[in-house]
């Protein structure tokens, strides 16, 4: 069986199941892509889906739902998608092997 597209840390999966929850209309998951920002070239994007779009990859790991935006997926794959809070920010991180680098504020990156 190959590896899947993409995992999640048990604290990403909490927070995705907290987002999910109050979602104010209904959700089938949340959306993971990239898009064109930033001094490194791209940026990673969560958003709600209220629907699945054709060609979109599901992945189910931890009893969430994501969908991959079909753009992004070669750019996705073998990364792990994680959850981190401190006293200055939160937000969902990501591992990804794909990455050749990072700008210095680690907004974006570039393959």
């Known amino acids: 069986m190959p590896a899947p597209l993409m995992t999640l840390t048990d604290a990403a999966a909490e927070r995705v199941k907290q987002l999910m929850s109050k979602a104010t ?3 089938v998951g949340l959306r ?16 709600y889906a209220e629907e699945k779009k054709k060609f979109e990859e599901v ?10 935006d079909p753009a992004a997926t070669m750019f996705l794959i073998g990364s792990e998608m994680d959850y981190k809070e401190d006293k200055l920010q939160s937000g969902f991180t990501f591992s990804n092997p794909n990455e050749k680098g990072r700008c210095g504020c680690g907004e974006s990156f570039h393959v």
């Open 59 to 68: 992945i189910e790991d931890k009893g969430v739902t994501l969908l991959i």
């Open 32 to 47: 993971v892509g990239v898009k064109a920002q930033g001094c490194s070239g791209m940026s990673y994007y969560v958003e």
């Open 25 to 27: 209309k209904p959700i």
